[in-house]
């Protein structure tokens, strides 16, 4: 079975950055490469949102909420993808869910949390 997994998450202040990362296992490399990759959140008490896409294409799309603070990148050789979080906001507190996609099917990892407090 496909798996995601996430890491990066934490405690940071207000202005701060948080890098977060999502590994793809039990798949070769070839097979990453064609896997839509997106970075959702869920807020306390909120739906589940999306923040970042990369495409297998290559093309990347962020959030308006985030724009120009957040940013999706990929190393396929590393089966990874990450969400580069800076100027971080009380707001941007949220479980953070990988999800990989290809065809009909997707793959969510278990979520990191991210809090942003002073």
């Known amino acids: 079975q496909v798996q995601f997994v996430e890491s990066g998450g934490g405690l940071v202040q207000p202005g701060g950055s948080l890098r977060l990362s999502c590994t793809g296992s039990?798949?070769?490399?070839?097979?990453?490469?064609?896997?839509?990759m997106g970075w959702y959140r869920q807020a306390p008490g909120k739906e589940r949102e999306l923040v970042a896409t990369f495409t297998s294409g290559g093309n990347t799309n962020v959030a308006d909420a985030v724009k120009g603070r957040f940013t999706i990148s990929k190393n396929n050789s590393k089966k990874t993808v990450y969400l580069q979080m800076n100027s971080l906001k009380p707001e941007d507190t949220a479980v953070y869910y990988c999800?990989?996609?290809?065809?009909?099917?997707?793959?969510w990892g278990q979520g990191t949390q991210v809090t942003v407090s002073s």
């Open positions: 999800r990989g996609s290809i065809g009909e099917r997707d793959y």
């Open positions: 039990r798949m070769i490399l070839s097979t990453f490469t064609m896997y839509t």
